[in-house]
C-alpha cells in the first residue's frame, strides 16, 4: 500500500483511467460487432438502406477507433490493425470468394 500522499493519488487516478478506458473498449467492440452484424444483414438483403446502414456503422466503428488511440487508449499499431481486420472481414462477408 501506498505511504505518502502523492503515491495514494497516483494509485486513484491509475483506477478511475482503467476504468474509462475499460468502458471506451467495450463501447468500440460492440460498435465492430455491429458494424459485422450490418455486413450480415447486407449479405441477406441486399439493398441502398443495408449499404447505407453498413457505411454508417463502418464509420462510426473507424471514428470510434481513431478516438481511442487519439486518446491514447489504443496504440497506433493496435488501432490500424484493428480497422484493417474489421475491413477485411466486412469485405469477406459481403464480396463472394473468387474461385481461380
Do not use: W
Not at 15 to 30: D, I, P, V, W
Amino acid at each position: 500500500m501506498a505511504n505518502n500522499n502523492s503515491a495514494k493519488k497516483r494509485i486513484q487516478i491509475a483506477e478511475r483511467n482503467r476504468l474509462q478506458n475499460r468502458s471506451y473498449k467495450s463501447a468500440m467492440r460492440t460498435l465492430m460487432k455491429r458494424c459485422l452484424t450490418a455486413a450480415g444483414s447486407y449479405l441477406e438483403k441486399p439493398g441502398e438502406e443495408a449499404k447505407a446502414n453498413l457505411q454508417q456503422n463502418i464509420n462510426e466503428a473507424f471514428s470510434k477507433i481513431d478516438k481511442a488511440v487519439k486518446k491514447g487508449v489504443l496504440h497506433r499499431n493496435n488501432g490500424a490493425n484493428k480497422k484493417s481486420r474489421l475491413n477485411a472481414a466486412v469485405k469477406k462477408l459481403i464480396e463472394p470468394a473468387t474461385k481461380r
